[in-house]
């Protein structure tokens, strides 16, 4: 998560996700034990989870389907997201399709 490695150099960061059963619940509880400030959107289906194995000379991944993001989930992110102040910066954990 990229509010860790804020964190790490002391910048102030601020969680925002969805999050869901076990998985979800874990990373939220984990997040606020290290004093992290969160907001989570919660869903009923679990978090996913990817695994990637590396033997050393391949990487494997097993990636799972995301759960299904009811309409008021999606509506509370996107209130949260319209009331950050302007000098807020707002950060996808996605990687662009093509790297520069």
């Known amino acids: 998560m990229f509010a860790l490695v804020l964190d790490h150099f002391q910048i102030p960061a601020h969680i925002l996700g969805i999050f869901g059963g076990f998985t979800g ?20 289906e679990p978090t996913r989870i990817n695994i990637f194995i590396h033997d050393g000379k391949q ?23 319209s009331q950050l102040p302007d000098a807020d910066y707002l950060v996808d954990k996605r990687q662009p399709a093509t790297r520069y």
């Open 25 to 44: 619940h874990y990373i939220v509880e984990s997040l606020r034990t290290r004093k992290m400030p969160v907001t989570p959107a919660w869903v009923e």
């Open 59 to 81: 990487e494997y991944k097993l990636v799972n389907p995301g759960s299904y993001i009811p309409d008021e989930c999606k509506q509370q992110i996107i209130t949260i997201i």
